[in-house]
C-alpha cells in the first residue's frame, strides 16, 4: 500500500483531548502511517488463533465479550477515521462524541463470528490507510473539533493506533486472548 510521503510526525498535546493522551504516548516515536499495516497484521494474527467457543467469553460479568471487544475496536476505528477525513476535508462544525458501552449494546457483535468481524476490521483499517495516503501537509495539519474538543488530523491516526494497542494489551492481560 502506498503511504503518502509526507509522514505526519506526532501531535502536540493541543491536538487533542487528553484523554487520548495514553493512546498518544504509546505510539510517539513509530511512523504511525508504517505502524498502522503493521498493527492490522498483529490484529489478524491475534484474533485468527482464537477458537470459536473462546470468542464469547468474558473475563467477568458485565465485561464485553472477545467479539464485542473486536466489534468495539471496529466501531471506534471508524469514528476515528471518520473525524480525521472531516477534518481533512476542512469540516467546521462539532463532530459528536460515541458512548461505547451503547454502541456494543446495540450492535449485533453477539451473533457474529469473529472470523467475520476480523474481515471487517481489517477492511476498515484498509480504507483509512487509503485515506491517509491521499493527505497533503496542509490536511494533517487541520483541526476541528470532535466531542467538544480540539482534535487534528496528524493526531486521529496515533489515537487510532494507541487504542488498538490498548485492547491488544487487554485481551492478552484479562482474556488470555
Avoid at 7 to 20: A, T
Avoid at 102 to 116: G, I, K, N, R, S
Wanted: charge should be negative; glycine fraction near 8%.
Amino acid at each position: 500500500m502506498t503511504t503518502s510521503p509526507f509522514v505526519p510526525g506526532p501531535p502536540k498535546p493541543d491536538e487533542y483531548d487528553p484523554f487520548y493522551a495514553g493512546y498518544v504516548q504509546r505510539q510517539i516515536g513509530t511512523d504511525v502511517l508504517v505502524r498502522l499495516p503493521e498493527q492490522a497484521a498483529e490484529v489478524e494474527q491475534r484474533f485468527a488463533a482464537v477458537p470459536p467457543q473462546r470468542e464469547g467469553w468474558r473475563y467477568a460479568d458485565g465485561k464485553w465479550s472477545v467479539r464485542q471487544v473486536l466489534g468495539h475496536m471496529i466501531d471506534a476505528e471508524r469514528v476515528f477515521g471518520y473525524r480525521a477525513m472531516c477534518i481533512a476535508r476542512g469540516e467546521s462544525k462539532p463532530l459528536p462524541g460515541f458512548d461505547e458501552n451503547e454502541y456494543v449494546a446495540d450492535a449485533p457483535f453477539e451473533h457474529l463470528a469473529v472470523a467475520d468481524l476480523l474481515r471487517e476490521f481489517l477492511a476498515v483499517r484498509a480504507g483509512h490507510l487509503l485515506l491517509f495516503s491521499h493527505l497533503s501537509p496542509a490536511d494533517w495539519s487541520r483541526r476541528g473539533n470532535a466531542n467538544g474538543h480540539p482534535v487534528s488530523v496528524r493526531a486521529l491516526p496515533y489515537i487510532m493506533a494507541g487504542h488498538v494497542h490498548h485492547h491488544l494489551e487487554i485481551l492478552a492481560t484479562r482474556y488470555g486472548v
